[in-house]
């Protein structure tokens, strides 16, 4: 994803449902839009869409360095925590600010 996000807001949008979670970014000055689908396990709650800067993330995720990563989030405009679930310490966790998607309101 990180290729065709906008250089400027680095923003990519992640539609995060039942079993899968969908992401897309896009660049309008480029005219590139990029989107995918990945498998979720054990989700709990409701469909939800987080915007989060793609780079940033992608640090968070080399710095976890596991191959099931664990995310905590309450909202769309609420931090997001990701732990490592496989043997990496219980008392490490990244935390990972939202930014909020066009349109949004709360």
Known sequence: AKPFV???TKQGAFTIGKSSMDI???DPEKDIRWDSTMPVMDRVGEE???GLNVHMLGTVL???NEKEVKWEYNSPVSANILTGINGQKPNTLHL???IRLKGELS
């Open 6 to 8: 906008n250089r400027e």
């Open 96 to 98: 990972i600010m939202p």
């Open 48 to 50: 939800i869409q987080i």
């Open 24 to 26: 897309e970014v896009e």
């Open 62 to 64: 080399k710095g976890i």
